[in-house]
C-alpha cells in the first residue's frame, strides 16, 4: 500500500489510496478532480523516499466529495469587572476529499 505525506492548506496530511480526508476548505465544486503536487514523502512498502521539501514527479489524485461546514461552536468572551460579556458562535468550512492514487515517476 502506497503512503505519503502532501501539504495542502498550510498543513500536511499521510494519505493512502483510498481515504477519505477532511482539509480546510478548497475553491473547487463538489465531484471535481484535483491534483496535490506538493508531496512530502513517498513510501511503497520497499522504499522510502524523502523530499527536499518536495518530491518532483509524484502526486495525489483526489475527488472531492464534499463541500460542507463543522458544527457549531460557542464560545464567551468576558471583560472582569466591566460587565461586559460577548457571546459568539462559528462554523468552520471543509472540503471532504477521496484519495485515488498517488502517481510516481515510474507510474508516467
Known sequence: MKTAVIKAGGRQ?????????????????EGAKT????VLLLDDG?????????????SVEATVIKQARHKKIH???????????HYFGH???????EIGKIV???AK
Open 13 to 29: 496530511f499521510v494519505v493512502h489510496e483510498g481515504d477519505k480526508v477532511v482539509m480546510d476548505r478548497l475553491p473547487l465544486e
Open 35 to 38: 491534483v496535490f503536487s506538493e
Open 46 to 58: 520497499k522504499k522510502t523516499e524523502l523530499g527536499a521539501p518536495v518530491l518532483a514527479g509524484v
Open 75 to 85: 464560545g464567551v468572551k468576558m471583560k472582569a469587572k466591566k460587565r461586559n460579556v
Open 91 to 97: 462554523k468552520q468550512h471543509y472540503t471532504e476529499v
Open 104 to 106: 510516481t515517476k515510474a
